[in-house]
């Protein structure tokens, strides 16, 4: 049987001037909206020790659940939302999903109580789910997959540079905007300030945004088709080479432990963002050093910014080698290891080396990670299996913070949370190594079948 054409006869620079100008023109609009994404989910932690917990009663726990509660939301409509979007294209989903999260996110300025925000931050995760499977659904449709690990690297590049960038931001925010408006405290003003961004940049979004090369006026008709013959045949192959319908993808054991190796990770990073805060602001305590909200912002951003770096550099070290799975694990078991071993550092600067090494572990294992689902991963299939493993694996962003929160009020001390992050993290290292790439292709099935046969 013929099977579809291959791109090896197309001019080679061809293809580099067509993913430079795809990336040129996608990655920096969808990076932004992921900073926003992230910093509208996480600001949460920058409120928490600035006037948050005090105002709404909140304890370690309290405020762990608070934080968590999203991720509920989140995977209740992840999956729906993501075969959505593969139906009627990114630009109006995004568009839908960005004014919906950026209003909700605003009127976490006016709660009057800790039930009020735990409802909103539920429905902070409504409102977003989809978005992130929904972005890295999109990036299959734009570029194949030699290049598949970088561009979601320049995507997801803006965790750690929300935080670089976010958390001074948020820090001044709380600083000079309390009673700046309707007489908020400033944590109130940082999330009115911080949310109203989404709104604006969803409507952007629908006049933005093109759903499928063959659509991209912004690329020449020669380099239209070449795009959307490449992916058509990439396409093509993965669902020849595995056969994975959308039952199949979501009932897929395989599915299930990708969905813990990408909870293992993310448990670290959120655990991670949410405490940073407040574990730098209890510095004052166990080193009798005390920095003010500013210079807090500023370092909190010291590990997100090597993050941004190694994230980069170690995904494009992935696509020159085409080794996914190492690239995976190793980040993963280091970051591990090195998050409990802060805790026992003597000194400011020591513990905010082991944290940024975490950091860049944290960051250097998530954007490879999503090319081994979309090895055998297509179209709808891709869309929920993407979405499903998201979904599954952010709840350990519930988890995360509450098991952090409470083991953090049980035993007086962050040790034993942070020993629970460090543990999930080499545990997703080691399933990783034991998943490898991607399963056995049905090719090699149908192969014996044909030479049987004849």
Same mark, same amino acid.
């Given at each position: 049987?013929?099977?579809?054409?291959?791109?090896?006869?197309?001019?080679?620079?061809?293809?580099?001037?067509?993913?430079?100008?795809?990336?040129?023109?996608?990655?920096?609009?969808?990076?932004?909206?992921?900073?926003?994404?992230?910093?509208?989910?996480?600001?949460?932690?920058?409120?928490?020790?600035?006037?948050?917990?005090?105002?709404? =009663?909140?304890?370690?726990?309290?405020?762990?659940?608070?934080?968590?509660?999203?991720?509920?939301?989140?995977?209740?409509?992840?999956?729906?939302?993501?075969?959505?979007?593969?139906?009627?294209?990114?630009? $109006?989903?995004?568009? $839908?999903?960005?004014?919906?999260?950026?209003?909700?996110?605003?009127?976490?300025?006016?709660?009057?109580?800790?039930?009020?925000?735990?409802?909103?931050?539920?429905?902070?995760?409504?409102?977003?789910?989809?978005?992130?499977?929904?972005?890295?659904?999109?990036?299959?449709?734009?570029?194949?997959?030699?290049?598949?690990?970088?561009?979601?690297?320049?995507?997801?590049?803006?965790?750690?540079?929300?935080?670089?960038?976010?958390?001074?931001?948020?820090?001044?925010?709380?600083?000079?905007?309390?009673?700046?408006?309707?007489?908020?405290?400033?944590?109130?003003?940082?999330?009115?300030?911080?949310?109203?961004?989404?709104?604006?940049?969803?409507? &952007?979004?629908?006049?933005?945004?093109?759903?499928?090369?063959?659509?991209?006026?912004?690329?020449?008709?020669?380099?239209?088709?070449?795009?959307?013959?490449?992916?058509?045949?990439?396409?093509?192959?993965?669902?020849?080479?595995?056969?994975?319908?959308?039952?199949?993808?979501?009932?897929?054991?395989?599915?299930?432990?990708?969905?813990?190796?990408?909870?293992?990770?993310?448990? =670290?990073?959120?655990?991670?963002?949410?405490? &940073?805060?407040?574990?730098?602001? =209890?510095?004052?305590?166990?080193?009798?050093?005390?920095?003010?909200?500013?210079?807090?912002?500023?370092?909190? +951003?010291?590990?997100?910014?090597?993050?941004?770096?190694?994230?980069?550099?170690?995904?494009?070290?992935?696509?020159?080698?085409?080794?996914?799975?190492?690239?995976?694990?190793?980040?993963?078991?280091?970051?591990?290891?090195?998050?409990?071993?802060?805790?026992?550092?003597?000194?400011?600067?020591?513990?905010?080396?082991?944290?940024?090494?975490?950091?860049?572990?944290?960051?250097?294992?998530?954007?490879?990670?999503?090319?081994?689902?979309?090895?055998?991963?297509?179209?709808?299939?891709?869309? =929920?299996?993407?979405?499903?493993?998201?979904?599954?694996?952010?709840?350990?962003?519930?988890?995360?913070?509450?098991?952090?929160?409470?083991?953090?009020?049980?035993?007086?001390?962050?040790?034993?949370?942070?020993?629970?992050?460090?543990?999930?993290?080499?545990?997703?290292?080691?399933?990783?190594? &034991?998943?490898? +790439?991607?399963?056995?292709?049905?090719?090699?099935?149908?192969?014996?079948?044909?030479?049987? +046969? +004849?």
């Amino acid at each position: 049987m013929a099977g579809p054409s291959h791109s090896t006869a197309v001019d080679p620079g061809m293809r580099e001037r067509v993913v430079r100008k795809v990336a040129w023109r996608l990655m920096p609009f969808l990076g932004l909206l992921y900073f926003i994404n992230y910093l509208d989910r996480t600001n949460i932690g920058f409120a928490a020790p600035h006037g948050m917990n005090d105002a709404l =009663g909140f304890d370690k726990a309290a405020f762990g659940l608070a934080s968590g509660i999203f991720f509920i939301g989140y995977l209740l409509l992840e999956v729906p939302s993501n075969l959505i979007l593969h139906k009627v294209g990114a630009r $109006r989903w995004i568009a $839908r999903i960005m004014v919906s999260w950026g209003i909700v996110a605003s009127l976490m300025a006016f709660v009057p109580n800790a039930l009020s925000m735990y409802g909103l931050r539920f429905l902070l995760g409504i409102a977003e789910a989809g978005f992130f499977p929904g972005i890295i659904l999109y990036l299959t449709f734009w570029f194949p997959k030699r290049e598949r690990a970088r561009a979601v690297a320049l995507f997801m590049i803006a965790i750690p540079v929300s935080s670089v960038i976010g958390s001074p931001l948020s820090a001044w925010l709380i600083s000079a905007g309390h009673g700046l408006v309707f007489g908020l405290d400033g944590w109130r003003f940082m999330f009115l300030v911080e949310g109203l961004p989404a709104i604006l940049i969803g409507v &952007l979004c629908w006049f933005y945004l093109t759903d499928k090369p063959q659509d991209a006026a912004w690329l020449t008709a020669e380099e239209r088709n070449w795009l959307q013959n490449e992916m058509d045949n990439e396409h093509a192959q993965t669902s020849q080479r595995y056969h994975y319908p959308l039952r199949k993808a979501l009932t897929q054991p395989r599915i299930l432990a990708l969905a813990f190796v990408y909870f293992g990770v993310v448990y =670290g990073l959120y655990a991670v963002g949410f405490f &940073l805060p407040t574990i730098i602001a =209890g510095f004052k305590q166990a080193f009798n050093t005390e920095y003010s909200i500013i210079e807090q912002g500023f370092i909190v +951003a010291i590990p997100y910014a090597f993050g941004a770096i190694a994230m980069y550099l170690w995904a494009r070290h992935g696509d020159s080698t085409g080794e996914r799975v190492w690239h995976v694990a190793i980040p993963a078991i280091v970051g591990g290891l090195a998050i409990p071993v802060a805790l026992y550092m003597q000194s400011p600067f020591t513990t905010m080396i082991a944290v940024t090494i975490c950091a860049m572990g944290i960051c250097s294992a998530l954007p490879t990670f999503w090319a081994l689902p979309t090895r055998f991963l297509t179209g709808a299939a891709a869309a =929920g299996g993407i979405a499903l493993i998201n979904s599954l694996g952010n709840l350990a962003g519930f988890v995360g913070p509450y098991v952090t929160g409470w083991l953090t009020d049980l035993t007086g001390n962050p040790k034993a949370g942070l020993w629970v992050v460090g543990a999930f993290m080499i545990a997703a290292g080691i399933v990783a190594v &034991l998943l490898k +790439a991607a399963p056995a292709p049905d090719d090699e099935r149908v192969a014996e079948t044909d030479t049987s +046969a +004849a």
